[in-house]
Each structure stands twice: as structure tokens, then as C-alpha cells.
């Protein structure tokens, strides 16, 4: 009975004890890893990833994902750019941009929801429309900000603390109330278990799926705000691999690809285990090549492990 219980608990906390133990073995063997500059660069790095992951995770649960997160990224950076550029408002810009994420969510979530098309050629189109817009509208070029008071944003600190940490420790409260404290969470979870039988119970399943991608959208082009203003310009090339990083953070947190099953506490170790691994190969001077090798194996992992909890529970 003992040896039963420890198996249950070593399964369903094995992802926060595998956190666990590779932050001790880090501290101890990464020198200044444990540093708090480093910490803090730490959590800044994985703040964009942290952000969108936690709307992908709704995606997720409800059996769908969104690859066009790293187009809308560059593509909200671009334009927040250019319109703070000719209007000199940088309200005005952040507006529009975060308008286009919904456009491009609402989008997404509309054809795959009304029209039945599949999410990956769905978003995986809109990957590609999306980044010929930010490539087009810049030219190809970096686009500049001429109002400084912009980079406050990405670059200053709120109580010792980097703004977009502060965005994504706001991002994690917000949408983990929402995944376990209401109506839109469980219906994306009963989406995600049995479409069939969600809309036998009620649930207005093609409204919901909007909903999902509309916010993904949204939450993205924020994403793609705040990068833009660490960054000082809207890069039409950002990112590029982006989608897989958040997709890999959120599998290895123990979203489900099946659907059906998801936890916030689950995304947030899913993002800093990402996060760490990346921080120890760049303090290890590792090169960025084999960093995907790494990034690749770590995606791998995350989808073996959610395969062979779905195999148990059948």
C-alpha cells in the first residue's frame, strides 16, 4: 500500500521533483548560477515564454495549438514600432497591436471552429501570413522607436524587479484562476476530454475555441510588445522557434496533447526547467547549435512522458 502511495506521489510531482533537483545540481555546479543578477536574467529570459504559455495551455487542454505565437510576436513588435513612430502615442500603439493579436486569434480560432480545418495547417498558415506582414510592413528591416519613454517598459524595474517579470507573474495568477475557479476553465478542460460530450452537456464548444484563440492572440501580441521594447525595435524575425519553446514548456508541465489535462503549477516549472537548462548551457559558453540539440531532446522528452501517462490512464 506504502510502495502504491509513493509511486502516485513520484508520479504526479515527478515534474516539480525533477525541477527540484536540477536547480540544487545547477547551484552547485554552475558557477554564478545561483547569483541573484543571474536569477533575476533567468526568470527575464523565459517572462515572453511564461506569458504565451499560459494560453497555450488553454489550446492544449481543449485538444488544439497554435503555431502562429511566434509570427504575432514580430508582427505586434513591428507595428507597435511604426505607430509609436508616426503618432508619437505609445498607447496608441500598444492598442492597435494587441487589436491585430485578437484579429489574428479570432482568426485562428473561427476557421478552425466553423470551418473544421485542422489547428496545424490552420496556424501553421497563419505562421507564414503573419510573418510575410511583419517582414512587408518593415521592409525586411529592424524598425526603430523613437520614443524612449517606450523602452520603460521592457527595461526598468518595479520593486527591484524587471517589468515583464511582473507581466508574467500576472499572466500566471490570472490565468491559472481562471483555469481552476471558472466556467471558461472547465469548459476547456471538458472540451479537451470529450468535445461530443461537452456539447451534449451544454457547453457551447465553437464559442469556447474562439474564446481560446482569441486570448492566445491577444496575450502574444503583448508578448510581442514588451520584447520589442527590451529590444529597442520591432525585429520582423523574433520569434522564430518561439511556438516550440512554449509548446515544449507547457508538455513538459503536464498539459496534455490529448487534451483534457492541465495545471498552472504544471506551466510555471515547465517554463522555469526551459529556462534553466538554456541559462547553465549560456554560462557554460556551450554553443548555440548544440542548445537545439538540447531544446529538441528536452521536446522529445516532454512528449514521451505525456504519452506514456496517457497509455497508463487507458
Not at 17 to 26: Q, R, T
Not at 84 to 113: C, D, K, M, P
Amino acid at each position: 500500500m506504502n510502495q502504491q502511495k509513493l509511486l502516485k506521489f513520484a508520479s504526479e510531482y515527478s515534474i516539480i521533483l525533477i525541477f527540484l533537483a536540477l536547480f540544487v545540481v545547477l547551484s552547485f555546479t554552475v558557477q554564478y548560477f545561483f547569483s541573484w543578477r543571474n536569477m533575476m536574467g533567468l526568470a527575464l529570459s523565459v517572462s515572453q515564454i511564461g506569458m504565451v504559455a499560459c494560453t497555450m495551455m488553454f489550446c492544449l487542454a481543449s485538444r488544439d495549438f497554435d503555431l502562429s505565437v511566434g509570427s504575432t510576436i514580430a508582427f505586434a513588435g513591428v507595428l507597435c514600432a511604426m505607430i509609436i513612430n508616426r503618432t508619437g502615442s505609445i498607447s496608441l500603439g500598444i492598442g492597435v497591436s494587441l487589436l491585430a493579436g485578437a484579429a489574428i486569434g479570432l482568426f485562428n480560432g473561427a476557421t478552425i471552429a466553423k470551418f473544421r480545418i485542422n489547428a496545424l495547417i490552420t496556424t501553421l498558415v497563419t505562421m507564414g501570413a503573419v510573418r510575410g506582414l511583419a517582414f512587408i510592413a518593415s521592409d525586411g528591416q529592424a524598425v526603430g522607436i523613437s520614443n524612449e519613454a517606450f523602452f520603460n517598459i521592457g527595461n526598468n524595474d518595479l520593486f527591484g524587479v524587471p517589468i515583464p517579470i511582473w507581466f508574467c507573474v500576472a499572466c500566471f495568477v490570472l490565468f491559472g484562476v481562471m483555469l481552476n475557479k471558472t466556467v471558461y476553465g472547465r469548459n476547456t478542460l471538458a472540451i479537451g476530454g470529450n468535445p461530443d460530450a461537452a456539447r451534449l452537456a451544454g457547453v457551447n464548444v465553437d464559442r469556447t475555441r474562439i474564446y481560446i484563440f482569441l486570448v492566445q492572440g491577444v496575450i502574444a501580441a503583448l508578448a510581442g510588445v514588451i520584447l520589442a521594447s527590451r529590444i529597442t525595435s520591432g525585429q520582423p524575425n523574433s520569434g522564430q522557434g518561439f511556438e516550440l519553446d512554449v509548446i515544449a514548456a507547457c508538455v513538459l508541465g503536464g498539459v496534455s496533447l490529448a487534451g483534457g489535462r492541465a495545471s498552472i503549477s504544471g506551466v510555471i516549472v515547465g517554463v522555469l526547467i526551459m529556462g534553466m537548462v538554456q541559462n547553465a548551457m549560456n554560462l557554460q559558453n556551450i554553443d548555440a547549435f548544440y542548445q537545439y540539440l538540447v531544446r529538441a531532446g528536452i521536446l522529445y522528452f516532454a512528449v514521451l512522458i505525456d504519452q506514456l501517462k496517457n497509455r497508463g490512464q487507458s
